[in-house]
């Protein structure tokens, strides 16, 4: 009886979530989770990749995996970087369609850019 009782209770829920599919809900709720996090990586004086396509509300994560310090700065300074050590890190949140140049503070001709759709 207990079982009965205990796939009674799934059913009901599986119901009350609008389904009675137990993979629909997975999808669902999938559907819903916030944005990935997507990495840069800072290496031998460059980023890369040099240009990466992301959706809005994307996580961008920058990690220097050089021996020396980089910084990340936007080419309209909407975001900018503390002097990143090796394996330091810096994410930023893109909230906005466009496209994002940036450029490393301490190497200038180190450039890249983010196209957010």
């Known amino acids: 009886m207990k079982n009965k009782l205990w796939i009674l209770a799934l059913t ?3 119901i009350a979530a609008g389904t009675g599919n137990p993979s629909k809900v997975s999808a ?3 559907n819903t989770q916030p944005a990935t996090d997507t990495v840069v990586k800072i290496d031998n004086f ?3 990749p040099a240009t990466l396509t992301v959706p809005v509300g994307t996580t961008v994560r920058w990690t220097n ?3 020396i ?3 990340i700065v936007s080419d309209d300074k909407m975001f900018k970087s503390k002097a990143l050590d090796t394996d330091d ?3 930023y949140t893109f909230t906005k369609p466009g496209t994002y140049g940036y450029f490393c503070g301490l190497h ?3 450039t890249a850019k983010i196209v957010v759709q």
Request: proline share 10%.
């Open 12 to 14: 009901l829920m599986l």
């Open 28 to 30: 669902a709720s999938a």
């Open 46 to 48: 460059s980023f890369s």
């Open 65 to 67: 995996a050089d021996d």
């Open 69 to 71: 310090p980089h910084t």
């Open 89 to 91: 890190q810096f994410t």
């Open 108 to 110: 200038p001709k180190m």
